[in-house]
């Protein structure tokens, strides 16, 4: 109640030190995609992962993106992002590599194997298994990393949502 409150006031007004995680590089961005398995789980968290990288995407713009602002070319796959904390409305391309990590045939592939053609182009999992209509939680991208860093042998502590933006970045 009150001391909770307090606490957020407190935090608020001095500013919380933000734990920086480690970017995610070309290297590690492979051997992340390596780890995910065939299923239909497996082909979202790829695509989430080799999309986040290539657009250099925030958690929640991955997590707000439409198959409507998809617009799939021959050579490259555009994607519309309506807004994200630091920019107004743009729309991002990216090329279609054509090798085994394009972020392109990624996308392709989760958005034909989940047989979603409007909505939220990612989405959560029941229990069973079950795809979910519902939009993806941005959380569960920061656990997708992390999860992928710790079958990958690496420290999952150090990795998060923001590392595949800021592995793109630098």
Known sequence: GLVREAMK??????GVRQTRKAPVDLPILTRLADTFSTDLQGTRDRALVL???AGAFRRTTLCSLDVSDLTFHRDRLEVY?????????RTVPLVRTGGQYCPVRAVEAWLSEA???DGPVFRGFWKGGKLREGRLSSSV???TVKRACETAGLDPALYGGHSLRTGHIT
């Open 9 to 14: 006031s407190v935090k608020k007004k001095l």
């Open 81 to 89: 992002v309506r807004h994200d904390k630091s920019s107004e409305a």
């Open 115 to 117: 047989v979603i053609d």
């Open 141 to 143: 991208v920061a656990e």
């Open 51 to 53: 999309l986040g990288y």
